[in-house]
């Protein structure tokens, strides 16, 4: 697993703190440098979760750590938005049951007993692995090997996440690879959507129910910052997904899961007797256990360091 | 007397046999009709290719007026009921439409999705 530092318990949450916490509203502030964010000092603070009461198109704080903004959520055009910051929150890529089997993980099927109280979000995986153009490796397993090219989710052993093609951007030679999750080819590159997001929607970036381009889809990106920005919706095109995450300051993104039954993301709000899963996607289906139980599914999981 | 007798009697009838009747012949209404085995395993082939969540479906029913339409009966964690629709078409079932149960497709395709209550 990514040697990040323990967190002691997780503090209980009231609902005052919602005030304490909006009152860090902001827009996209900017991003700490690269250099900083990874040699950003380990942080041993509780992790304080709320649920946002009304997600707007302005970044709302919805966690802190440490005291410190970690995560926010916004609202845009029908695209939930849900941004990171990697000096103080850490990616997991999960294996699923049936997506890598239920052997050999770090992380499983299900959030692990060390991640569950400081567990900030997890969202859905990418594509099933059976279909074309995926790759799977964590902790040294490989469930898909991995192929030059391909748009990668890539965790290094400090924790930190970065997302480019395969074998021309990622990986960095100087870090120590850990997980890494690819799903087709990028979506949005130097942040420009990729040059097919119209033109070969089913064939380039996969097949939806009743071969429509509008469904369930979901993404992750990152910013010139290193700040991560995941984003989904129940009606988006593969252009709409790559403008979302483009007008959130992706320069890089990955699609990840498509079609209604497999977009899903949770934020928890923590309480004295463990976490509590709030839906993040309007109308989506959702998973049985809301990620705290197993799934056949791989899966990211958003923690605080 | 003998009137009430009898209505007792079909009340009782009634109630032993909606108790025995499967949960799924129930929602299924008269509209409809549990899928057999032969035609449960081919539409659930379709909804799978269709990216659907087979561990989900909670029915499966085929229209008793046009035996090339069913659906597919889905409970989700977060969203209710949804209803899929396929038909079938040289051989093979092909997903038509999804959505709440009464509200997708057509006017016969509403009907259908009305068997996943």
């Known amino acids: 697993m990514p040697p990040r530092t323990a967190v002691p318990a997780i503090a209980v949450l009231v609902a005052a703190l919602a005030v304490v916490l909006n009152a860090g509203d902001s827009d996209d502030a900017p991003a700490r440098p690269a250099e900083s964010r990874l040699s950003g000092p380990a942080l041993a603070a509780p992790v304080l979760t709320v649920a946002p009461v009304v997600t707007t198109s302005r970044w709302r704080v919805v966690a802190r750590v440490g005291g410190h903004p970690a995560a926010w959520l916004a609202r845009r055009r029908g695209v939930t938005l849900m941004r990171f910051d990697q000096q103080l929150v850490h990616v997991a890529l999960h294996a699923g049951s049936s997506d890598g089997g239920t052997a050999g993980w770090s992380y499983g099927d299900r959030v692990s007993a060390g991640e569950v109280h400081r567990l900030i979000a997890a969202v ?51 870090e120590s690879v850990f997980s890494v ?12 959507a990729a040059a097919d997001v119209s033109t070969c929607v089913l064939r380039c970036w996969g097949g939806t129910i ?28 593969p252009a709409a997904l790559a403008a979302a995450l483009i007008d959130a300051g992706a320069v890089r993104a990955v699609e990840l ?39 056949a599914r791989d899966f990211l999981t958003f923690v605080a360091n | 007397m003998f ?18 009747a499967p949960a799924g012949a129930l929602a299924a209404g008269s509209s409809a009709r549990p899928a057999t085995k032969s035609e449960r395993s081919a539409i659930l082939k379709a909804y799978a290719a269709s990216d659907g969540n087979t561990s989900a479906v ?29 038909a079938r078409a040289r051989g093979a ?21 009305r068997a996943c209550g």
Not at chain 2, 68 to 77: K, N, S
């Open chain 2, 58 to 86: 909670r029915g499966v029913y085929v229209s008793r007026s046009n035996q090339a339409l069913a659906v597919v009966c889905e409970r989700t964690p977060e969203a209710g009921v949804y209803a899929s629709v396929f």
């Open chain 2, 93 to 113: 079932w092909r997903y038509v439409t999804s959505g709440a149960p009464g509200r997708a497709g057509s006017s016969a395709d509403r009907t259908l999705e």
């Open chain 1, 257 to 295: 899961d498509i079609n209604p039954w497999w977009v899903a993301g949770y934020i928890y709000v923590h309480h004295r007797g463990g976490p509590s899963p709030l839906p993040l996607v309007p109308g989506q289906r959702g998973i049985a256990g809301a990620l705290l139980n197993p799934y």
């Open chain 2, 3 to 20: 009137g009430s007798r009898l209505a007792i009697l079909l009340a009782c009838a009634s109630v032993t046999v909606g108790a025995l």
């Open chain 1, 124 to 174: 859905n995986g990418g594509f099933k692995l059976t279909y074309a153009d995926v790759g799977f490796v964590s902790g040294g397993h490989v469930a898909v090997p991995l192929k030059p090219g391909l748009a990668s989710v890539v965790t290094y052993t400090d924790g930190t996440t970065n997302i480019g093609a395969w074998g021309s951007g990622v990986p960095s030679g100087r």
């Open chain 1, 210 to 237: 009743g071969l429509v381009d509008v469904v369930a889809r979901s993404g992750l990106g990152i910013t010139a910052g290193g700040r991560l920005v995941w984003a989904a919706g129940e009606q988006l095109s």
């Open chain 1, 181 to 192: 999750l690819q799903n087709q080819h990028l979506l949005v590159d130097r942040g420009v």
